[in-house]
Nanobody
Framework: QVQLVESGGGLVQAGGSLRLSCAAS????????LAWYRRAPGNQRELVAR???????NYADSVKGRFTISRDNAKNTVYLQMNSLKPDDTAVYYC????????WGQGTQVTVSS
């Protein structure tokens, strides 16, 4: 399994931006898919964005046009750029990797105030 460490969460006003980072403990070059999930209070964990090692991305409808996922294989890091944040984006955000096994980070809190 790969160890994942998220960073970049925090408190931001509605309309603001944050960039989350997820550093992996090994090369992500061969990791098939990297993703960001989130869990808001009282809700189930949901997929936010996903990127394959071929660069194919997909997004939850609720974040399309506002969030961008990217990966830097040289830095073994995946990013989530979040723009035009809304209070509904408030959640704990988790990094996920799939290389035959699923690995999860510990999560980072994002709070968007109205």
């Amino acid at each position: 399994q790969v160890q994942l460490v998220e960073s970049g969460g925090g408190l931001v006003q509605a309309g603001g931006s944050l960039r989350l980072s997820c550093a992996a403990s090994k090369s992500i070059f061969s990791i098939y898919a990297l993703a960001w999930y989130r869990r808001a209070p009282g809700n189930q964990r949901e997929l936010v964005a996903r990127i394959t090692n071929g660069g194919i991305t997909n997004y939850a409808d609720s974040v399309k046009g506002r969030f961008t996922i990217s990966r830097d294989n040289a830095k073994n890091t995946v990013y989530l750029q979040m723009n035009s944040l809304k209070p509904d984006d408030t959640a704990v955000y988790y990094c996920n990797a799939y290389d035959g096994n699923y690995s999860w980070g510990q999560g980072t809190q994002v709070t968007v105030s109205s």
